[in-house]
């Protein structure tokens, strides 16, 4: 059973930064491609940020591209988000995702298989 725990999230001023951690409990880690997505109130889920089962290719929304990066530690089972330059848009619940089927650059179109149960991430202005 693939379970994704995610931490890090907490309310920030504009201008912060955060740093989000997905733990996962998935006995061959190494070979999931792995990734964030958020939804805001009132907003579709949108894509965010992911990263193949080795981390040699990153991949970003326009609206977080610059400002976000994305890495992972194969060797503790956990991919990380680090936010710099929080605006108040950045506001959402963000999620972990998982799969280890579909290539990370097609999660923007297809979403993965695999979901974490959300952290809060609030911006103030």
């Known amino acids: 059973q693939v379970q994704l725990v995610e931490s890090g999230g907490g309310l920030v001023q504009a201008g912060g930064s955060l740093k989000l951690s997905c733990a996962a409990s998935l006995r061959t880690f190494s070979s999931y491609a792995m990734g964030w997505f958020r939804q805001a109130p009132g907003k579709e889920r949108e894509f965010v940020a992911a990263?193949?089962?080795?981390?040699?290719?990153?991949y970003y929304s326009d609206s977080v591209k610059g400002r976000f990066t994305i890495s992972r530690d194969n060797a503790k089972n956990t991919v990380y988000l680090q936010m710099n330059s929080l605006k108040p848009d950045d506001t959402a619940v963000y999620y972990c995702a998982a799969d280890r089927v579909k290539d990370a650059s097609s999660w923007s179109r297809f979403p993965p298989d695999y979901w974490g149960q959300g952290t809060q991430v609030t911006v103030s202005s």
């Open positions: 990263i193949s089962s080795r981390g040699i290719r990153t």
